[in-house]
């Protein structure tokens, strides 16, 4: 899905990689290489049913939780970035970006809520939806399924359940092919 969302020049997504021998397990490390060199991005997924703030426009456990773990990446890369080098991570340092994907869109989100998550950026995490990654992901999947010989419509996972002849994937791959797209540059 992340391929559908946005163009990138050479992307790869790493599911789960194993920094510091596996002492440091974020969801996926996206790298995109373009002119300019090696981009890298640590991802931390959380369930859609969780919330990113709370009744009282604070922001959640869940979500403060998610911020930590990419802080905690961030600083065993910059004591140890030549270690993740030598792993195959070239360039991986603690300058990378970290996502949080986390809830769903809520559009009754107040200012103050909306501010407090727009405050991570500061430490250059971006908390997003997961609507946010899967509605363009979504338009670029029926965008160009319309142009092939056998257009297909985007299907979430419960219509393919219905489908008399489903194409399934884990949830790992979508996620996968998801965020080597959508996050982007």
């Known amino acids: 899905m992340l391929a559908l969302a946005f163009p990138v020049h050479c992307c790869w997504a790493f599911p789960k990689p194993r920094l510091g021998g596996g002492k440091y397990v974020p969801d996926f490390l996206r790298c995109d290489k373009n002119s300019l060199g090696y981009h890298w991005m640590l991802i931390e997924l959380e369930s859609p ?3 990113a703030t709370n009744k009282d426009e604070s922001v959640s456990a869940d979500c403060h939780h998610a911020a930590e773990q990419v802080g905690d990446y961030r600083r065993w890369l910059r004591d ?3 270690f993740e080098e030598k792993q195959g991570f ?4 603690a ?3 970290g996502w949080v994907v986390i809830g769903r869109r809520d559009s009754s989100r107040a200012e103050r809520e909306q501010q407090r998550l727009a405050d991570f950026r500061g430490e250059r ?3 997003a939806s997961c609507d946010r990654l899967l509605i363009p992901a979504k338009n670029t999947w029926n965008t160009s399924t319309q142009k092939s ?11 393919r359940r ?3 002849a489903p194409e399934r994937a884990s949830l790992l791959s979508v996620w996968c092919l998801f965020l080597v797209g959508t996050i982007g540059t």
């Open 95 to 97: 300058d990378c970006d």
């Open 125 to 127: 995490i971006e908390i």
């Open 149 to 159: 010989k056998r257009p297909r419509k985007w299907q979430t996972p419960s219509e």
């Open 90 to 93: 070239k360039s991986l340092n």
């Open 162 to 164: 219905n489908d008399a």
């Open 49 to 51: 049913t969780m919330d």
């Open 80 to 82: 140890n970035a030549p």
